[in-house]
């Protein structure tokens, strides 16, 4: 069935589709770029459609080379990890994901611990990014948690937690509040269709016309935002997802907590297949009672 298959052609073209570049498929695989070129070649030839378009900075796919990049390497992925199971190991294994600052130093972290208590064979390696990557082509990322509005219908996907927006103050702050007075704290959002929302649309649903005669602070963080709240600089609009752990320890209690405002998701993604990954497995079943939880 699978004799006449060109599993070399076929290795080369994954890496070479993943990797975006000839030259640094050659590196990984540990031949040169024309013997690269020459397996594209043999690939194209024995399919008789180009994979590859050669533009000035390199190589992109083409619609069929896109086509068969994502069933390729998602068969590979599972071809890896079923090796991965049933090769002996002396512990339970890595895990790799990726997830904004934010969420990572206000949700993320400080709930981890309790995994490690469950799960002391498990390594957490904890990477933040802003930028939205591509699993199915960056085979490091074991999953991501983003946060958004988006369908991922070509990814394992787990809804985490829906959010909603806030404002909060730290104890002392509210003990003494003088609304005619006011500081206001939000974030500066880099993507505004992910939040299209702001105080103005928090003082609209209160019916507090607080916008004039108030000054407003902006911050590029949403860590930065809270630590400027928690230290009593003004009230904070803020996902009820990133406050929960101030919230838990008191640091910062809620203002008017009936009134808030919708935002979106955070969901848990991987390629198709690695769920079934133990690892990847144990940290999804987490996630699922962590987010449930108080």
């Given amino acids: 069935m699978f004799a006449t298959l060109p599993l070399t052609a076929l290795r080369t073209f994954e890496s070479a589709a993943r990797l975006g570049s000839f030259k640094a498929a050659a590196e990984e695989l540990a031949v040169t770029p024309t013997a690269v070129s020459h397996q594209i070649k043999l690939l194209e030839s024995w399919l008789g459609v180009p994979l590859f378009l050669r533009v000035a900075r390199g190589v992109r796919l083409t619609d069929c080379g896109e086509r068969l ?16 199971h049933l090769r002996p ?7 790799t994901l990726s997830t904004t600052p934010a969420f990572a130093a206000l949700w ?22 802003t930028e939205l990557l591509d699993l199915h082509q ?12 988006g369908q991922h219908p070509t ?3 787990q809804c985490l937690l829906d959010e909603c927006f ?5 104890p002392g702050l509210l003990a003494s509040l003088d ?9 500066r959002w880099r993507n505004s269709q992910l939040y299209d929302r702001s105080w103005k649309a928090w003082c609209e649903a209160a019916g507090a016309p607080w916008l004039e005669g108030t000054e407003q602070r902006e911050y590029d963080d949403e860590h930065h935002a809270l630590q400027a709240a928690i230290a009593g600089q003004g009230l904070v609009l803020a996902s009820n997802v990133l406050v929960s752990q101030s919230l838990a320890i008191g640091l910062l209690q809620p203002y008017r907590a009936d009134v808030t405002v919708p935002g979106a998701s955070y969901t848990a993604l991987c390629v198709p297949g690695r769920e079934r990954h133990r690892p990847v497995k144990a940290f999804f079943d987490w996630l699922n009672r962590e987010s449930c939880g108080p």
């Fill in 69 to 84: 990049f994502r069933s390729l390497h998602g068969a590979l992925l599972e071809i890896v990890q079923t090796v991965d």
């Fill in 89 to 95: 190991r002396p512990s339970a294994g890595n895990l």
């Fill in 108 to 129: 993320l972290i400080p709930r981890l611990g309790r995994f490690y208590q469950e799960h002391p064979g498990i390594k957490i390696r904890v990477e933040t990014s």
């Fill in 138 to 149: 960056d085979a490091s990322i074991d999953l991501v948690i983003r946060y958004g509005y």
């Fill in 155 to 157: 990814l394992h996907s």
């Fill in 166 to 170: 806030g404002v909060y103050g730290s």
């Fill in 179 to 187: 609304t005619t007075r006011l500081t206001l704290i939000t974030v």
